[in-house]
């Protein structure tokens, strides 16, 4: 994985000017090579890095501070030079209820031979849900849920 884009549409449960977003590879990786971007209705403010957990948390600055109920679309990427390779990819619902598209691009060259959807209602807990996606001609697969359960959604692939 060398990037991840994100379409972020925000609502404000309590009074908020920023939106903390978290990026995470295997533990001891080079976290400087992970960076958080603002591109649109937003941008980068503070970066915490822990090299130990492999983890990076960005903090993205709102053009404007939203009032209980405001909405905001939020456009962001987080750079990934790591070069660690990577089998999955997801993101975890912390309220249900939200529309949600997932979608992984991969070169043509490098389509793996297995990619499937993945739910759990938590990070160490066994698949609820395990399908068999099939790529585009160009190499994307994707997953939509008009309304989410509390939890994890992603897409895992192996290639051989």
């Known amino acids: 994985m060398t990037s991840k884009r994100v379409i972020q549409t925000l609502v404000a449960v309590k009074e908020a000017d920023r939106q903390i977003v978290v990026h995470q590879r295997e ?56 070069g660690l390779p990577a089998t999955q990819y997801y993101r975890f619902h912390e309220w249900p209820g939200t529309h949600h598209v997932l979608e992984v691009q991969f070169p043509r060259e490098a389509i793996p031979v297995r990619i499937a959807e993945f739910r759990r209602p938590h990070s160490s807990a066994p698949d609820s849900l395990h399908r068999d996606l099939t790529p585009t001609h160009d190499g994307r697969v994707h997953v939509l849920t008009p309304s989410t359960d509390r939890g994890i959604i992603g897409i895992t692939w192996e290639w051989d």
């Open 27 to 82: 533990p001891g990786c080079d976290v400087t090579l992970i960076v958080p971007r603002g591109i649109t209705g937003c941008r980068t403010g503070r970066v915490a890095r822990d090299p130990d957990a492999g983890a990076v948390l960005g903090e993205l600055l709102l053009d404007r501070t939203l009032a209980v109920g405001d909405t905001a679309v939020v456009h962001y990427e987080i750079a990934d030079r790591s």
